[in-house]
Structure formats: structure tokens, C-alpha cells
């Protein structure tokens, strides 16, 4: 053991001493990459900090899959020159609900998954329970598709909305919405986490927890284990990685329960990373609502610094026009990221080519860092994609596309991070790109 710890630091003695740095092979790093370079990188080559933090990670056959499937071009070849990899953990890979495309969403099986993915932050939507305790999921009410309550008749009938079968005469679909807000977190930690479906067709409850999209898969959703949020934070920490809490809109009235208002909730979310001893600058913490990045700006400067406007004014509101005076108007209220979906960055030029859309050449150019969401969410891309690729859907044919899509928005429009529902893509373009 002595003669192998010696020959390991005379190895990375060696390494430290004369390896290249990633980037332009000058031994500098150009661009987005060397601003946003952890200090404790510097110095380093970025795969030896993140060997030494975490390790090589196992991508699987996906990433290859589509490197075969793009198109014949330079990005293509300049792909394949690392298809031998080694890789290893990337902050610009980001696990949507972990790895949603196949394990069920905000489970410690799908954020295993991720984090094997390399995926270098991870990402707990935050809703609470009946007795205000804090827990991972997409919405306060979508225990019904993401959950097994249903088959749980003393859980299942304390659902806002009960279970009500579709009624083919009318044509009437099959409903039912049960919330966290509904449970105690004892009965919370009951349940187990499925693939996000549901059957509008079902005339039982058992028929509605089924509708698994023939692209996903329920091979991995036997009995997906739930977490509250500060299990997230313990596990994600366990596993490497780092931290991106949504807090999520109530489907409640707030102050809920007459005493839990929403500025308990967005502090008890904060509070949990102080409590468990996490760092703010591992930790971006966002939401929908600007109020709540605001809040954290205001009432929390060091998790506040790189909190995360998720922008969807492009889509909730008639009147919005992405123009530098309203990028300007966010970074003068504090705010430095924001993160509106795929398709509000990316438009298609006069020859059909993929380029930065107005909101991303603005906000670039007010000083805001951009993350992005959601890659490999819609489905196959042979049709031209679904909602995430809504403004370029003419230039999209195959699931290659998505390194396409991923490559413009990394180097055209300089976004520092993307969240994917297969983290193991990102990670395989982030790695030989060297982001």
C-alpha cells in the first residue's frame, strides 16, 4: 500500500508539474470557461481537479448513440476525437430531477444516476408537506403522476381532487390531484416514486398511474425512493456534486395555514444548506418567481450572488420583448443568472442556420450569465421536436441534433450551464469541448 500511495503522488507530482491546460492548447483557457473558473481550478487542468474530486464517471451508450446520429460535419469529427474519453464530472452538466429520462424524477435512484452521469450539479425542485417540511418535487401537485398514492386508498383519499374515471360518452377525461400539501411528511416518505404519466383514458385509479411515454422507460420505477430536501442535500453531497434548489410556486393560498408565508418558505429552503454546512457558492438556488431571487439577493447576499431567475416571461406574458433595457432592468435589481428555455435562446438565420435569438444576444450583453433548460425532454427529434425546440424546429430532424443544438448554445450564445434529462450527454460535450 506504502509503494502505491508513492507511485500515486509521484503520478500526480508529475501531472501537476507538466500537463497541458484545457482550452486553446496554449496552456490558457479563453472565454466564458477562464471567467467562470472555480478558484481552487486555478492552476490545475480541469481534469485533474475533478479527478481528484470525484473520479472518471460512466457515460453509457447514449452519448455515442448520437454522435452516430448527427450529421456528417466538423462538429461531428471534432466529437468523435474524444469518444475514448476518459471523462469526468462538468458543472456545466446539469441532472434535470436527476436523470429524468429513464428513473423516476426526484428520487435517489435518478440523482445516482446523475451524478454517475457526471453531472456536477444536481437539482431538487422544492415543494412542503401538510406539516410545512420541506421535499423534492416538480410540483406541490403531482403526487398523483409521480407516485403510487393512488394505489394507497388511506392516502389517496386525502387528495384534493379524488380519483374520478374517464367517462368515454362524454368524452370527460379521467382526474385526479393529489398535493404534498395534502400529506405529513411521514406519509410523504410512504409512498414510492414513478415515472411522470398519467392515463386520461383510465376508468381506475391503477389504469391512470400508468401512460409511461414509449421514449421513456418503467424498468428503473419499481419503487423509486422519495427524499425531502435535506436528504437531497445530504445525498448530493455524498455523491460529489452540487446543488441547484427550485422553489416552487404554491398550488396553495400562502400565507398557508394562516402562518407560512412565502418568504418562511424561501428562507426555510436557504436555511437547510446553512443547517447542513454547505458553502453558498456550491449552491444556486432558484425560481420562477422574481420576488424569491429578490428575496435571496436582499435577505441572503451570499446564496443571493448566483441565484437563478428562471425566465418565462416569453411565454406568460403577451407584452414581453426581450430588449437589453429589460436584461438591464434585472441585473440592476441584483439579479446575475438567468435560465429561460432552450428555444427563447436559439432562431434560425436566412440559410436555415441555428443562431443566438435577441433575448440571448441582450442578456450577454447587460453582464447576465445564462443557464439553460431542458435538453432531451421532448422526445425523439425526427419530427422536428417538441416544445423545448420550438423556435428551431425547421433545422431539427434527428436526435443527433441534439450535440447541435447543445454545441450552439455552449459556444454561439455562451450559456454556463444546461440541464438535461440524461446528464450523460452534457457531460461527453462538455468534457471534450473542455467547458
Same mark, same amino acid.
Given at each position: 500500500?506504502?509503494?502505491?500511495?508513492?507511485?500515486?503522488?509521484?503520478?500526480?507530482?508529475?501531472?501537476?508539474?507538466?500537463?497541458?491546460?484545457?482550452?486553446?492548447?496554449?496552456?490558457?483557457?479563453? =472565454?466564458?470557461?477562464?471567467?467562470?473558473?472555480?478558484?481552487?481550478?486555478? =492552476?490545475?487542468?480541469?481534469?485533474?481537479?475533478?479527478?481528484?474530486?470525484?473520479?472518471?464517471?460512466?457515460?453509457?451508450?447514449?452519448?455515442?448513440?448520437?454522435?452516430?446520429?448527427?450529421? +456528417?460535419?466538423?462538429?461531428?469529427?471534432?466529437?468523435?476525437?474524444?469518444?475514448?474519453?476518459? !471523462? !469526468?464530472?462538468?458543472?456545466?452538466?446539469?441532472?434535470?430531477?436527476?436523470?429524468?429520462?429513464? !428513473?423516476?424524477?426526484?428520487?435517489?435512484?435518478?440523482?445516482?444516476?446523475?451524478?454517475?452521469?457526471?453531472?456536477?450539479?444536481?437539482?431538487?425542485?422544492?415543494?412542503?408537506?401538510?406539516?410545512?417540511?420541506?421535499?423534492?418535487?416538480?410540483?406541490?401537485?403531482?403526487?398523483?403522476?409521480?407516485?403510487?398514492?393512488?394505489?394507497?386508498?388511506?392516502?389517496? @383519499?386525502?387528495?384534493?381532487?379524488?380519483?374520478?374515471?374517464?367517462?368515454?360518452?362524454?368524452?370527460?377525461?379521467?382526474? @385526479?390531484?393529489?398535493?404534498?400539501?395534502?400529506?405529513?411528511?411521514?406519509?410523504?416518505?410512504?409512498?414510492?416514486?414513478?415515472?411522470?404519466?398519467?392515463?386520461?383514458?383510465?376508468?381506475?385509479?391503477?389504469?391512470?398511474?400508468?401512460?409511461?411515454?414509449?421514449? $421513456?422507460?418503467?424498468?428503473?420505477?419499481?419503487?423509486?425512493?422519495?427524499?425531502?430536501?435535506?436528504?437531497?442535500?445530504?445525498?448530493?453531497?455524498?455523491?460529489?456534486?452540487?446543488?441547484?434548489?427550485?422553489?416552487?410556486?404554491?398550488?396553495?393560498?400562502?400565507?398557508?395555514?394562516?402562518?407560512?408565508?412565502?418568504?418562511?418558505?424561501?428562507?426555510?429552503?436557504?436555511?437547510?444548506?446553512?443547517?447542513?454546512?454547505?458553502?453558498?457558492?456550491?449552491?444556486?438556488?432558484?425560481?420562477?418567481?422574481?420576488?424569491?431571487?429578490?428575496?435571496?439577493?436582499?435577505?441572503?447576499?451570499?446564496?443571493?450572488?448566483?441565484?437563478?431567475?428562471?425566465?418565462?416571461?416569453?411565454?406568460?406574458?403577451?407584452?414581453?420583448?426581450?430588449?437589453?433595457?429589460?436584461?438591464?432592468?434585472?441585473?440592476?435589481?441584483?439579479?446575475?443568472?438567468?435560465?429561460?428555455?432552450?428555444? @427563447?435562446?436559439?432562431?434560425?438565420?436566412?440559410? =436555415?442556420?441555428?443562431?443566438?435569438?435577441?433575448?440571448?444576444?441582450?442578456?450577454?450583453? @447587460?453582464?447576465?450569465?445564462?443557464?439553460?433548460?431542458?435538453?432531451?425532454?421532448?422526445?425523439?427529434?425526427?419530427?422536428?421536436?417538441?416544445?423545448?425546440?420550438?423556435?428551431? $424546429?425547421?433545422?431539427?430532424?434527428?436526435?443527433? +441534433?441534439?450535440?447541435?443544438?447543445?454545441?450552439?448554445?455552449?459556444? +454561439?450564445?455562451?450559456?454556463?450551464?444546461? !440541464?438535461? +434529462?440524461?446528464?450523460?450527454?452534457?457531460?461527453?460535450?462538455?468534457?471534450?469541448?473542455?467547458?
Amino acid at each position: 500500500m506504502k509503494k502505491q500511495l508513492i507511485a500515486v503522488g509521484l503520478i500526480l507530482s508529475a501531472l501537476l508539474s507538466g500537463a497541458a491546460f484545457a482550452g486553446n492548447g496554449t496552456g490558457k483557457e479563453t =472565454g466564458r470557461a477562464a471567467h467562470h473558473k472555480h478558484p481552487a481550478q486555478q =492552476g490545475k487542468p480541469h481534469w485533474l481537479f475533478n479527478y481528484i474530486k470525484g473520479g472518471a464517471v460512466q457515460l453509457g451508450p447514449r452519448p455515442f448513440y448520437l454522435l452516430e446520429e448527427l450529421d +456528417d460535419s466538423a462538429l461531428k469529427q471534432a466529437l468523435k476525437q474524444c469518444e475514448k474519453g476518459p !471523462f !469526468f464530472k462538468t458543472d456545466f452538466s446539469i441532472g434535470h430531477r436527476g436523470a429524468a429520462l429513464q !428513473f423516476p424524477e426526484h428520487t435517489r435512484e435518478s440523482y445516482q444516476a446523475a451524478a454517475t452521469q457526471g453531472a456536477g450539479i444536481i437539482e431538487c425542485d422544492v415543494t412542503f408537506t401538510k406539516d410545512k417540511q420541506l421535499v423534492c418535487r416538480h410540483s406541490q401537485c403531482d403526487l398523483h403522476t409521480t407516485t403510487n398514492i393512488l394505489d394507497i386508498p388511506e392516502l389517496a @383519499a386525502k387528495c384534493s381532487v379524488p380519483f374520478t374515471p374517464a367517462d368515454p360518452l362524454s368524452g370527460t377525461p379521467a382526474q @385526479a390531484s393529489c398535493c404534498t400539501s395534502d400529506i405529513t411528511l411521514a406519509e410523504f416518505k410512504s409512498l414510492c416514486g414513478k415515472m411522470d404519466a398519467f392515463n386520461p383514458a383510465a376508468t381506475t385509479a391503477q389504469e391512470y398511474m400508468q401512460g409511461t411515454a414509449d421514449w $421513456r422507460t418503467d424498468l428503473y420505477a419499481t419503487c423509486g425512493t422519495l427524499l425531502t430536501h435535506a436528504q437531497s442535500i445530504e445525498l448530493i453531497k455524498e455523491l460529489g456534486a452540487k446543488f441547484t434548489p427550485e422553489l416552487k410556486s404554491p398550488s396553495v393560498e400562502m400565507p398557508f395555514e394562516g402562518d407560512y408565508s412565502q418568504q418562511d418558505y424561501a428562507q426555510q429552503m436557504i436555511d437547510e444548506y446553512k443547517a447542513a454546512g454547505i458553502a453558498p457558492h456550491q449552491v444556486w438556488p432558484q425560481s420562477f418567481d422574481l420576488d424569491d431571487v429578490k428575496f435571496w439577493i436582499e435577505q441572503n447576499p451570499a446564496f443571493g450572488r448566483q441565484a437563478v431567475f428562471l425566465d418565462a416571461r416569453m411565454y406568460e406574458s403577451n407584452d414581453f420583448s426581450p430588449t437589453l433595457a429589460s436584461m438591464e432592468a434585472l441585473k440592476n435589481q441584483g439579479v446575475n443568472i438567468v435560465a429561460p428555455p432552450m428555444w @427563447a435562446l436559439l432562431t434560425l438565420d436566412n440559410n =436555415g442556420n441555428l443562431i443566438p435569438s435577441e433575448y440571448a444576444i441582450n442578456a450577454r450583453a @447587460a453582464g447576465l450569465d445564462i443557464i439553460t433548460w431542458t435538453l432531451e425532454r421532448d422526445g425523439p427529434l425526427s419530427g422536428g421536436g417538441g416544445w423545448y425546440h420550438q423556435s428551431i $424546429r425547421d433545422a431539427i430532424n434527428n436526435d443527433g +441534433d441534439t450535440l447541435r443544438v447543445l454545441h450552439v448554445l455552449a459556444q +454561439d450564445v455562451g450559456v454556463i450551464g444546461v !440541464f438535461s +434529462d440524461w446528464p450523460a450527454t452534457t457531460t461527453y460535450y462538455a468534457n471534450c469541448m473542455g467547458l
